[in-house]
């Protein structure tokens, strides 16, 4: 039996944050991080855009709101710290057309009640900024920008070594048993005692919940977002990050074009229902995952109210000229020529039962266990303030 004072379950950037600020208030602690992968950050922060986003989107007062702001400072902090290449390149967010007007307004509003810098302009303004961009107007973001999210995990989980933390990996959780006092975990190797028990799962963490013998508040439901990039050729028609105005009647972003901080040009993505909850192709489907988002409640309440919305993004999946058209809103010179297949990625959406998804990060906590059950964009830029906001919690119990 091995013995520890916090064991954290996933190694992607929540759960090596969380090691992280925990060792940096109370080094004495002995931390274990336990990733079911042979590396760290192989799903949701491994698939990452890797954007350093604004916080311009999220309703004031939320931990989205909050944490994003602060957490984002934080990275950038962390980054110019560690020599980690980061750069604040700027975001527009961009009207098409009339119809898209009030909804900009609101954004802008939303923006300077959380604090962003940001300025609405107009479409001249537009053009010098991003050359090749329809738009009658848009929200510019100085602020936003990019960096790779892989390298700030491998730094974390460097720092958390040096500080004699422990990462092992190919370490699949199979057992949870919460006690009064202590919290006991099965691998297929071994076994850990643990004062207290981080859920940091992401696509897993409802399993894990239920492992510990809880209810999860909300389900995790995979959504595959599917990516082209641009040919090395067109990688001139987006300079930084050009984003649309989000439809209030869809939960999702729509497709948009990220620069990244290698100088590829990301376009996408395209939001379809995975048919597994690691399930990165078309072809990949795990029937277990598949039936437990099918025969969920709250997915078929959910696919009541966007079916048309949902039948049009699964056009674009199977239809190139589709997902071009879309592109062409944004920069009307793009053509299925100046496009490449990238990775896609899956995001662990949390839906609750009367099929509303789960708008905010949500954090729960049980006897000994800590859960993150729902910790979509902006979760990797705000990780480092998200970890804090953990540790802090376990401090006062420990």
Request: aromatic residues 6%; charged residues 20%; proline residues 6%.
């Amino acid at each position: 039996m091995n013995h520890c004072d916090v064991a954290i379950i996933g190694g992607g950037i929540i759960g090596l944050a969380t090691a992280y600020r925990i060792l940096g208030s109370r080094p004495q602690l002995r931390i274990v991080v336990l990733e079911k992968e042979s590396e760290l950050a192989m799903h949701q922060t491994g698939h990452n855009s890797g954007v350093l986003h604004s916080g311009i989107y999220y309703r004031p007062g939320s931990l989205k709101a909050i944490n994003c702001r602060q957490g984002k400072l934080a990275m950038q902090q962390f980054c110019q710290d560690q020599g980690i290449t980061y750069e604040i390149c700027g975001k527009v967010i961009v009207a098409v057309d009339q119809s898209e007007m009030r909804v900009l307004n609101q954004i802008f509003d939303r923006g300077q009640q959380n604090g962003v810098s940001c300025e609405l302009i107009d479409a001249s303004r537009l053009r010098e900024l991003e050359p090749h961009s329809a738009g009658i107007a848009a929200i510019h973001v100085p602020e936003a920008g990019i960096v790779d999210y892989r390298q700030v995990c491998n730094r974390l989980a460097e720092i958390v070594t040096e500080h004699q933390g422990e990462i092992r990996t190919r370490c699949q959780v199979s057992s949870i048993s919460l006690q009064d006092d202590h919290a006991i975990i099965g691998t297929p190797s071994d076994e850990w005692q643990a004062q207290w028990i981080v859920n940091c799962g992401g696509l897993q963490c409802d399993r894990l919940i239920q492992l510990a013998g809880d209810k999860p508040k909300a389900r995790i439901v995979p959504f595959r977002g599917e990516y082209f990039e641009l040919k090395p050729a067109a990688r001139h028609l987006c300079k930084n990050l050009i984003y649309p105005v989000p439809n209030p009647n869809f939960p999702f972003l729509g497709v948009h074009f990220t620069r990244m901080i290698n100088g590829s040009v990301e376009c996408g993505p395209n939001a379809v229902l995975a048919g597994a909850r690691e399930g990165y192709t078309k072809t990949k489907i795990n029937p277990r995952d598949l039936w437990q988002s099918v025969s969920y409640p709250g997915f078929w309440r959910l696919a009541g109210k966007h079916w048309m919305m949902g039948c049009q993004e699964m056009w674009r999946s199977l239809s190139k000229p589709a997902f071009v058209r879309a592109l062409r809103k944004l920069i009307p010179e793009i053509t299925a020529d100046d496009l490449q297949p990238a990775p896609a990625g899956v995001r662990a959406q949390a839906l609750l039962p009367n099929g509303q998804l789960v708008d905010d990060f949500l954090i729960v906590e049980s006897k000994r266990m800590i859960s993150v059950n729902n910790a979509p964009s902006p979760a990797a830029t705000a990780a480092l303030n998200i970890g804090q906001m953990i540790a802090d919690k376990l401090v006062e119990r420990l």
